[in-house]
């Protein structure tokens, strides 16, 4: 099964300077997921930095073991529709299947992954380190946050 932001509900908006990413269904569960790497960001994103966060998101998204539960509740008496939601009595992820962040990543990054040089790297391990899901251009592989320029 192949998997995708827009099944994740998941959407980047990038408006000049400023860029929103939300995940549409599931109650805080993957900013809760992705919140470990997001506390590393030190500093501006370049657009292709941007798009990872999205992909984090989209990533812990599916990967939640217990969705939220969401449903419309109709009181026709006092005209009122309110949403609800029964939520898990905690987050928790699911095995993380990180071949599917790959997939993800590949999808979000485009033809601009045939951009992307690290030193000491081929291209070919660059995108074995993408497909297997373990690629960022967020942190490098001590987890700090990469102040570089991307440009993609």
């Given at each position: 099964?192949?998997?995708?932001?827009?099944?994740?509900?998941?959407?980047?908006?990038?408006?000049?300077?400023?860029?929103?990413?939300?995940?549409?269904?599931?109650?805080?569960?993957?900013?809760?997921?992705?919140?470990?790497?997001?506390?590393?960001?030190?500093?501006?994103?370049?657009?292709?930095?941007?798009?990872?966060?999205?992909?984090?998101?989209?990533?812990?998204?599916?990967?939640?073991?217990?969705?939220?539960?969401?449903?419309?509740?109709?009181?026709?008496?006092?005209?009122?529709?309110?949403e609800k939601?029964?939520?898990?009595?905690?987050?928790?992820?699911?095995?993380?299947?990180?071949?599917?962040?790959?997939?993800?990543?590949?999808?979000?990054f485009g033809?601009?992954?045939?951009?992307?040089?690290?030193?000491?790297?081929?291209?070919?391990?660059?995108?074995?380190?993408?497909?297997?899901?373990?690629?960022?251009?967020?942190?490098?592989?001590?987890?700090?946050?990469?102040?570089?320029?991307?440009?993609?």
């Open positions: 099964m192949s998997s995708s932001t827009i099944d994740a509900q998941t959407m980047l908006l990038r408006l000049g300077n400023v860029a929103l990413v939300t995940t549409f269904n599931d109650a805080c569960g993957a900013i809760n997921g992705a919140m470990p790497k997001l506390e590393k960001i030190e500093g501006s994103l370049s657009e292709i930095q941007a798009r990872e966060v999205m992909v984090d998101f989209a990533f812990m998204n599916l990967s939640l073991k217990e969705r939220p539960l969401f449903y419309t509740e109709c009181d026709m008496g006092n005209e009122t529709i309110t939601a029964v939520m898990p009595d905690h987050f928790e992820l699911g095995e993380l299947n990180f071949a599917l962040r790959g997939r993800l990543l590949r999808d979000s033809e601009s992954v045939k951009q992307i040089r690290v030193a000491g790297r081929t291209q070919q391990e660059i995108e074995q380190a993408i497909d297997g899901g373990r690629f960022s251009v967020l942190v490098d592989e001590n987890g700090t946050f990469i102040r570089k320029n991307f440009h993609a």
